[in-house]
């Protein structure tokens, strides 16, 4: 065989290799409430990958909301927090997962409207957009494959927004997918661009708060310490 054609037969096979695929699948799950519940789940890993991920000091329960935290200053959003952030592993099936919560104003807001007496709320959902590295050679980069605007997602039910990518073709992952799960009680579910927006009921305590019987209560507490003043002195 001559010497230029076991070249080329060597550098194909090493690409080959190089791109061997990684049947791996990622799914996250983002549960809104007043905060928003997060779980990455990393499955069927490659086992290299899995085991460089599991001794990777620089992948731990904090290091994707870091990242998102992060992000969104560069932006200026710094009203921003995490907080329960947990890691779990599952050596039969080569998984990780990751969960956390988000919250902050500029994560999430609401507003109380006094006329009916509901409350709108805003989340915003470009936090999902970001790049993680698992090890120091393998990165997912979430820009990338959830890039598409939540306006665009599949509309699973009134309260869910689901988006499922298949990428055989890259030789990377087997499938990756979003979904965000609004409260039982949303109504009025709108998305434009990256923000959604819904109502819900009003809380016993937005109630109270705002029901003319508090004013009236107050006023009557007041009157009965007034008589009681007087007839001290």
């Given at each position: 065989?001559?010497?230029p054609?076991?070249?080329?037969?060597?550098?194909?096979?090493?690409?080959?290799?190089s791109v061997a695929?990684?049947?791996a699948?990622?799914?996250?799950?983002?549960?809104?409430?007043?905060?928003i519940?997060?779980i990455y789940?990393?499955e069927?890993l490659?086992?290299?990958?899995y085991?460089e991920?599991?001794?990777?000091?620089q992948?731990?329960s904090s290091?994707?909301?870091k990242i998102?935290?992060?992000?969104l200053k560069e932006?200026?959003l710094?009203h921003?927090?995490?907080g329960?952030?947990?890691?779990t592993h599952d050596?039969?099936t080569?998984?990780?997962?990751?969960s956390?919560?988000?919250?902050?104003?500029d994560?999430?807001?609401?507003a109380?409207?006094r006329?009916t007496m509901?409350?709108t709320?805003?989340?915003?959902t470009?936090?999902r957009?970001?790049?993680?590295n698992?090890?120091?050679?393998?990165s997912i980069?979430?820009a990338h494959?959830?890039a598409?605007?939540?306006?665009?997602?599949?509309?699973?039910?009134?309260?869910?927004?689901s988006?499922y990518i298949e990428?055989?073709?890259?030789?990377?992952?087997?499938?990756?997918?979003?979904k965000?799960?609004?409260p039982?009680?949303?109504?009025?579910?709108?998305?434009?661009?990256?923000?959604?927006?819904?109502?819900?009921?009003?809380?016993?305590?937005?109630?109270?708060?705002?029901?003319?019987f508090?004013i009236?209560?107050?006023l009557?507490?007041?009157i009965?310490v007034a008589?009681?003043y007087?007839r001290?002195?």
């Open positions: 065989m001559k010497k054609v076991l070249v080329v037969i060597c550098f194909t096979v090493l690409l080959l290799v695929p990684v049947y699948s990622v799914s996250v799950e983002s549960t809104v409430g007043d905060n519940s997060i789940n990393f069927n490659d086992e290299t990958i085991n991920a599991m001794a990777n000091d992948f731990n290091t994707i909301p998102i935290v992060e992000n932006q200026n710094t921003v927090n995490y329960s952030q947990s890691i050596d039969a080569k998984t990780i997962r990751v956390f919560y988000l919250n902050g104003s994560i999430i807001s609401s109380l409207n006329t509901r409350k709320y805003q989340v915003k470009e936090w957009n970001f790049q993680v698992l090890t120091s050679s393998f980069n979430f494959y959830f598409e605007p939540v306006e665009k997602w599949q509309k699973l039910s009134q309260t869910t927004y988006y990428t055989h073709e890259t030789g990377f992952f087997e499938a990756l997918s979003f965000f799960t609004l039982a009680t949303a109504t009025n579910v709108q998305a434009q661009g990256d923000t959604i927006t819904y109502e819900v009921p009003p809380n016993f305590e937005d109630t109270f708060l705002n029901s003319p508090l009236l209560t107050v009557i507490l007041i009965i008589l009681i007087r001290v002195r």
